[in-house]
């Protein structure tokens, strides 16, 4: 995803593309979500240190940049993984992307969809991709190395995967699909010279919002998990999902804050981040929130200090955040009634 100090300059435009009509929408259905009682008890156990292997598991592929055998394997790994979780069915969505930079990206996104029959359905969400590029590497000369991506990719598809492997032990009250989105990360660097586009950014959720896995498929809301594992993560409460889903972003926040988690969510607001989850409001018209870190004070990037670094490797992620994240999911997910 792209650095959200470029995004701020674009607030006024986001405003006036649909502020006003989302903003409508969440008022609507607030009420009725307030009166629910949240479980906390007998909750299925997230195991931080499954989630750890999971994200092991990938960067041992190597980094997952589109058109590498690394990501090829990393994908059909994925896929048999949801499969082998139970999933109802495993969706394959291969598709060509262009990018900014006149590459041809061969592309797979990922669908396992749970308790398929169930009209109800909420979405969780991670890309897969690892960065082409460590453009932000505090050393020049490894700009052009591909990024390990444990935590800019890797980590929030090994939260759901461990949240998949739970479903298989017990169901929640809905549908989940689980939806690795491939090719978000090829987007320009800040020292890119050309026109800096949203829609460079997120190419395989834009393919996907487009031509959605199934006919007509609706969900009642998306959760994004975007770097959701490094050592000292924040999660403020991003611009984009309060815009649009205000009332999916409190949900998850409470939920967090009941499991004593409110020093990792805090109930204050970060940046606009152009992520996976813009596509999936502004295309898919599906409210969609992103938990995303906003780190202030950090130097090198808001997002963290191994942000589009080499060092985003497995050494820089701390099992104590995967598991904060992955716990408040659980809660969120088994609290939700058809
Ligand atoms: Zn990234």
């Given amino acids: 995803m792209r650095n959200p100090v470029i995004i701020a300059l674009l607030l006024f435009v986001a405003i ?10 969440v008022n609507a259905s607030a009420k009725s979500e307030q009166t629910q009682a949240t479980v906390t008890e007998n909750l299925p156990e997230f195991c931080a240190d499954s989630a750890y292997n999971y994200i092991k598991r990938q960067t041992d592929f190597g980094p997952r940049v589109p058109n590498t055998k690394a990501h090829d ?15 109802d069915k495993v969706h394959l969505q291969n598709f060509d992307a262009k990018t900014f930079d006149g590459n041809t990206l061969k592309c797979l996104n990922i669908i396992g969809s ?3 029959d169930c009209p109800t359905r909420v979405i969780l969400c991670s890309h897969w991709d690892s960065r082409p590029w460590a453009d932000n590497d505090p050393d020049p000369s490894k700009h052009k ?33 689980c939806i690795f989105l491939d090719a978000e990360d090829w ?23 487009r031509n959605p896995h ?21 999660f403020y409460r991003e611009k984009y999902s309060v815009m649009f889903g205000k009332q999916y972003v409190d949900k998850v926040w409470n939920a967090a804050s009941q499991l004593g988690y409110s020093s990792l969510f805090r109930k204050q607001d970060g940046f606009y981040v152009t992520d996976d989850h813009y596509f999936i409001n502004t295309i898919a018209r599906i409210p969609a929130i992103d ?26 992620i701390d099992k104590n955040v995967l598991e904060a994240v992955g ?5 969120v997910i088994y609290n939700e009634k058809p």
């Fill in 187 to 209: 987007g320009p660097g800040d020292d890119y010279k050309g026109e800096h586009l949203e829609t460079w950014w997120g190419l395989g959720t834009q393919e996907w919002a």
């Fill in 214 to 234: 199934e006919k007509g498929y609706k969900a009642r809301y998306a959760i994004l998990l975007d770097m959701v594992g490094g050592k000292g993560a924040t």
């Fill in 145 to 177: 190395t591909p990024v390990d991506a444990a935590n800019d990719g890797a980590s929030g598809v090994a939260v759901i995967l461990e949240i998949a492997r739970q479903m298989q032990q017990k169901a929640p009250q809905i549908g989940i699909d």
């Fill in 114 to 116: 749970f308790n398929s």
């Fill in 327 to 331: 716990k408040t999911l659980i809660s």
């Fill in 73 to 87: 394997d990393c994908g059909i790994w994925l896929a048999a993984k949801l499969a082998s979780f139970g999933a």
């Fill in 291 to 316: 938990i995303v870190p906003y780190i202030p004070n950090c130097p090198s990037s808001s997002f963290g200090p191994t942000w589009h670094t080499t060092q985003d490797n497995i050494d820089n």
């Fill in 16 to 25: 006036s593309c649909g502020g006003r009509k989302a903003a409508s929408v």
